[in-house]
């Protein structure tokens, strides 16, 4: 969709995310997508993305600030990972 939607100008990754603990029970995927800018290409891209309920997090063009991002996201990452794994052992107890 990716493909069709830019007419070819667009690189797409896919990947596969790795389990790190018994609470991951849904196997992710994750794709990083290179597009050129344009409104309107970035609209489409927006509206395919938002089908899959992906979540999008913009890349800054600064390779020093690209590197913070990432380090960012992982941060929510495993915040996220920590929360579910509460939740879970919460649930559990009060069962």
């Known amino acids: 969709m990716i493909f ?5 100008n667009s690189i797409l990754y896919t990947f596969n995310t790795p389990s790190e603990t ?3 029970i849904i196997p992710r995927s994750a ?3 290179i597009i050129e800018s ?17 979540k999008k997090y913009r ?12 380090k960012e996201i992982e941060n929510n990452i495993t915040d996220t990972k920590q929360l579910w ?5 919460s649930l559990k107890e009060n069962l």
């Open 38 to 54: 344009g409104d309107v290409l970035i609209n489409k891209i927006n509206r395919i993305c938002e089908s899959f309920s992906a």
């Open 59 to 70: 890349l800054p063009t600064n390779k020093d600030e690209v590197f913070d991002k990432i």
């Open 31 to 33: 794709f990083i997508i």
């Open 85 to 89: 794994a509460m939740a879970l052992k």
């Open 4 to 8: 069709r939607a830019s007419k070819g």
């Open 22 to 24: 018994e609470t991951d």
